[in-house]
């Protein structure tokens, strides 16, 4: 994870957005580039009814200079050097002088080991939906999604929620360097909530092969019969285990699927306070 891309614009969640980008900057000495992103033209403010997670944003002019300096800022305070030659190094570049939209981060983004955003909000100051979704959806990259409070550290406790997925197998392995450098990994299984595959065991099992010291938690998913239950016993876990970081594909069913009948990513955009690492 030696380049991190950071979408950067004004919402109530973007200093702890730096702030974990830094921190994994810190751990891969990686080089940190920032744009400022801003709405497509002719979109507004509405929140999707079931989640009640922003799906689109106010179109306002172009705030590109006011994006940049808070990017800046944020570098200097923290002496995070400028830098962007190769090979990569712990530094900052912006190279993009005008704002870009939302689509250009799913674009752009392949490019990149790794993007950093904040967690979508119901409201106008919060973090929204589609840069989220451009990046999952478009850029096949991994995505940091970033709380409003950012722990001190990421990845020295992790839990991988294993459901058995293709897309959960994918997650995994774009975690692994992270993995390999916890101190402790929990992943876990809730049972009722996996398709047919590999059990948390085998799971647990390869990432050990590959140097991490992984553990298998196999729980049953209770009486709890909605939809977003197995999120729910995700965070719940993630939560008593002290974890700071949750390693979760997104969108195992398709976003209607999730909309109208609740799913674990949906609970888990929704509801996460640590960073969680997504890819689709």
Not at 35 to 47: D, I, L, M, N, Q
Not at 77 to 89: D, L, N, T
Not at 205 to 229: F, I, M, P
């Amino acid at each position: 994870m030696k380049t991190i891309l950071i979408p950067t614009e004004d919402h109530d969640a973007m200093t702890s957005v730096l702030e974990g980008a830094r921190l994994m900057a810190q751990i891969f000495d990686s080089y940190m580039e920032g744009f400022a992103v801003r709405p497509s033209p002719g979109t507004y403010v509405t929140v999707e009814p079931v989640s009640s997670l922003a799906i689109s944003g106010a179109f306002e002019p172009d705030t590109a200079n006011e994006a940049k300096a808070t990017f800046q800022a944020f570098m200097e305070a923290h002496k995070v050097p400028p830098g962007g030659q190769a090979p990569a190094s712990y530094s900052y570049g912006w190279p993009r002088a005008e704002s870009a939209e939302d689509a250009y981060i799913g674009s752009y983004g392949r490019v990149f080991d790794l993007i950093v955003l904040g967690r979508p909000g119901a409201s106008a100051e919060n973090p929204r939906m589609p840069p989220l979704e451009s990046a999952l959806f478009d850029a096949g990259r991994p995505v940091l999604i970033v709380p409003k409070e950012v722990p001190k550290t990421i990845g020295r406790n992790v839990l991988v929620a294993w459901n058995r997925s293709t897309e959960q197998a994918h997650t995994n392995s774009f975690a692994l360097p992270l993995l390999q450098r916890a101190d402790k990994v929990t992943v876990l299984m809730v049972e009722g909530g996996a398709t047919s595959g590999p059990s948390g065991e085998d799971a647990a099992l390869h990432l050990r092969r590959n140097g991490v010291k992984a553990e298998a938690l196999t729980l049953k998913k209770s009486d709890r019969s909605s939809g977003e239950a197995i999120g729910e016993i995700t965070l719940e876990h993630a939560a008593s285990l002290g974890c700071d970081l949750v390693v979760k594909s997104a969108y195992t069913q398709s976003r209607l699927r999730q909309m109208i009948f609740g799913g674990a990513t949906r609970h888990i955009l929704g509801n996460a306070t640590l960073p969680v690492l997504m890819a689709h």
